[in-house]
């Protein structure tokens, strides 16, 4: 039996770790992955790696590991094609590889904006390692540091590059930052965050052009105003990498669709996990869904290791994520695009969370504040979502109530 993980990002990595700790006889695992050894988390590469004068990967499979398991390993090995019908795959270098059962993990790819300039010299992305090292020696030389994108990645290299001593613009398209991902009390709130440090955000904001001479030197924003910049982050989220899936005839819709056991729709032996999987199905959520979240990368590939050692598990876990703005953590579980109406508790002077309901019914939770403050409340509303708990709006509201009683 032959398994083809394509990928080495934290969804391969949980896969992996999850198959190597039963590796049954007679099956054989290939690895084939766009990048380089070792596979690591990437959350860190927006956070500490960038200020740290000695940053280091979170490793989670070297290549000791994977060798002595006897995983075959194609690095920086990119793979352009898959053909369902004769079982195979294909590398951009010609070479050719056989797989009864393989996994699509190739993540996503940071979306660039085609304006003028954004090929010049300092304008990055961030999404790898490289990109990180790049980025980090950019933020050190760096005085003016403009970010386009006022989304989670965006403000934690604000938070770095301020933090680093430069000075810093945030150019947001949207009303307000962290459109996506946190209700207006919260984004506010982190917003203020980065005001009180100096950072500038331009809400309503677009990119009219990059301007420069090979090298950045400024940008134009679609209110005409100029602002000077030596390094341009463009941080406007990311798109899944499901060419080869689309390429092979397998169902995608921005993403490659899986059942809830990430199975593709079409196709039995052929799986996808991580930020390139979009499950159809889902029980707590309408409609196919797709995550760009590290702790769902990781569920993902654990239960899909699982369900290839003969196991019927299905991914149900209740989608969450953090985010680290300066000493405050944000974090939010469930689905808030389900959320009709917010509702805001400010739990202590430093920590404000906010309930989402749809008809009484809790279906998000947003949390901003120290993390002794806001884990436990988010871990317990977060169990609640799953239980459909209807929330008792007057106590959630009131500080004075414990959330533990009502939240069980
Ligand atoms: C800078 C940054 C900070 C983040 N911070 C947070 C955070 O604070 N909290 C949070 O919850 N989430 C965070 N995330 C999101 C989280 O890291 C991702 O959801 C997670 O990495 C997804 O894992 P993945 O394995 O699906 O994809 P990836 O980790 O992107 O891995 C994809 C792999 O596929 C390979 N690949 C792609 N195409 C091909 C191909 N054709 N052939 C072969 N190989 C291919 C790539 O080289 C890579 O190895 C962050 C992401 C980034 C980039």
Known sequence: MELLIVGSGGAAGACLGGLLRCQPQGRRITVATASSLPIYERPILSKGYLTSDTPRLPVLLDRAALDDHGVVVHERAEVDSIDLAGRTCGLTSGVELRWDQIVIATGSDARVLPVEGHDLAGVLTLRGRRDADRLRDHLRRSTRVVIIGAGLIGLEVAAAAVSLGAEVDVVEAGPRALGRVAPPEIAHAVAALHRQRGVRIHESTSLSAILGDQVVKAVMTSSGVRLEADTVVIAVGSRPRDTIARRAGLPTDDGVLVTPALRSVAADDVFAIGDVARVVGHPFIHGPWRSESWRVAQQQGSVLAANLDGEQQTFDAIPWFWSDQYDMVLQGAGVPSAATRWITRV??????????????????????????????????????????????????????????????
């Open 347 to 408: 739990h202590s002077a430093a920590t404000t969370i906010c309930f989402g309901l749809n008809d009484g019914q809790l279906t998000a939770v947003s949390a901003l504040g120290p993390l002794r403050d806001i884990g436990r409340p988010v871990s317990l509303a977060s169990r609640a979502i799953a239980r459909r708990l209807k929330l008792d709006i007057a106590g959630a509201t009131d500080p004075t109530v414990a959330l533990d009683g009502l939240l069980r």
